[in-house]
């Protein structure tokens, strides 16, 4: 395999690239990305359940309404998780220009 540059890489420094590349990603980042994997769910789940209803296979659409209810919980989990890092981001953000307004006025001072 070969890098962005061209040069030649072997499988234990494309893992290692790999594992520090994932170790960068952020909670946020995480929790983005998981919400676009639900959605992904929730398609298969409700294509199945009216595949279900079609064939009469009500034992599976009792099945498939139950997994979709618990996905929905955990949707809902993840919306909220995704508001809580949106805001922590955000204070981290003010604290971080309140910190450098505080340092250039040091140096004016």
């Known amino acids: 395999m070969k890098d962005k540059d061209g040069k030649e890489i072997k499988a234990g420094e494309l893992f ?9 990603v952020t909670p946020l980042q995480q929790t983005q990305v998981s919400i676009y994997g639900y959605l992904f769910i929730f398609a298969g789940v409700i294509a199945g359940i009216i595949y279900a209803i079609s064939g009469a296979f009500w034992w599976l ?4 309404t139950g997994g979709l209810i618990v996905n929905l919980v955990g949707f809902l989990g993840i919306l909220q998780r995704l508001a809580l890092l ?3 981001e955000e204070y981290i953000k003010q604290l971080s220009q309140q910190s450098n307004n505080q340092q250039f006025k040091k140096y004016i001072a």
């Open 61 to 64: 659409a009792v099945i498939l």
């Open 86 to 88: 949106k805001k922590q």
């Open 16 to 24: 290692s690239r790999w594992k520090e590349g994932v170790n960068k």
